[in-house]
């Protein structure tokens, strides 16, 4: 399959009142035709600021890309100009956001917020052939009478249905890359699972790379082919979902894993209890020498606390991990 995007050693820093601080720290990943890569992590992972890095949405000041590639087909992103960029965002590479409510005008029509996309990317479009183009795609996304829901307003729709709007607006122009920012947050979980078997299907058939932004690996089980793990603005461990999810490496991956509430269905009944995860997040402005998990890691070592793990490959399949103590398919 053929690569699209390539981010590689991205780091984003930020102008704030206690000094400069990078959010993300040389971020590197691919996302390939057809598939979908996860980018996990809890708030403050720096997974966000990737996202709008990538859309050159960082907003400047206070925010600014200072290191790193982010090329899509051969192109620096980072050394387009605005009108160049303007170009690609929304049309070639596309993005939905987690609450519809905040990103849905609420005093335009579901069909005219679609109608905008068209005459800002497909000018040579007619009237006639944007009207018919939108309701397609709210056809396309499954809204029921999508020639009614043309006409409606936000506020009367679901959350499920707005949603669903909100990715039919993104993949208005057939975009090569739609990135998802916790596109179900919001969302019960049967209209979640719906969305992520819907953005599941139209990635087959519409042939794009997906980017899903989540807190949450079980989103990432059900939709991705392939995932890094971000802390503190670096990824900790990447690899395919398979082999992550069957023996992950990083001690915070580990914990992500056991944090996922699993459901015996013979004997419908939850199973054992939740693992957590002690601590919080540290600031980025207070990070500890060393590793940045080291003070809720359970197998932290005096090596942790004196200097940082690079991201190395601990399988020959692109398997890597941060971690001077990988786990080894320990228990």
């Not at 981010?7 to 057809?34: I, M, P, Y």
């Not at 795609?137 to 009367?156: A, T």
Request: glycine fraction near 10%; aromatic fraction near 6%; proline fraction near 5%.
């Amino acid at each position: 399959m053929g690569m699209i995007l390539e981010v590689k050693d991205l780091v984003v820093q930020f102008k704030t009142d206690r000094g400069r601080v990078n959010a993300v720290k040389g971020v590197t990943f691919s996302v390939h035709k057809g598939k979908s890569i996860g980018i996990v992590g809890e708030s403050g992972s720096g997974k966000s600021v990737t996202a709008l890095s990538i859309m050159g949405l960082i907003p400047s000041p206070p925010g600014k890309v200072v290191g790193g590639t982010i090329k899509y087909r051969g192109d620096d992103l980072l050394e387009m100009s605005e009108r160049k960029m303007r170009v690609i965002r929304g049309n070639k590479i596309a993005m939905i956001f987690q609450e519809p409510m905040t990103s849905l005008n609420p005093v335009f029509t579901c069909g005219n917020q679609i109608l905008e996309v068209f005459q800002l990317h497909r000018p040579e479009f007619t009237k006639k052939q944007m009207k018919e183009e939108a309701i397609n795609m709210l056809r396309l996304v499954g809204i029921p009478s999508p020639e009614r829901r043309y006409g409606e307003y936000p506020h009367q729709l679901s959350g499920g249905m707005r949603q669903r709007v909100m990715i039919a607006m993104a993949l208005a122009c057939k975009p090569d890359i739609l990135i998802c920012d916790e596109p179900t947050t919001a969302l019960d979980v049967t209209i979640q699972a719906q969305i992520l078997e819907l953005m599941n299907k139209l990635r087959v058939e519409l042939g794009m790379g997906i980017i899903m932004i989540t807190h949450d690996l079980g989103v990432v089980a059900e939709t991705c082919h392939d995932v890094s793990v971000m802390y503190c603005g670096k990824i900790v461990e990447s690899g395919t979902v398979e082999k992550i999810f069957e023996n992950p490496q990083h001690p915070y991956t580990k914990g992500l894993i056991g944090s996922i509430p699993s459901f015996d269905s013979t004997a419908g009944e939850a199973k054992g209890r939740l693992l957590t995860i002690d601590g919080m997040v540290p600031s980025l402005f207070d990070l500890p020498k060393g590793c940045s998990f080291q003070d809720r890691c359970f197998a932290v070592t005096e090596e942790c606390r004196l200097s940082t793990p690079k991201l190395q490959e601990v399988s020959e399949n692109g398997h890597s991990v941060a971690c001077y103590n990988p786990l080894r398919g320990q228990e």
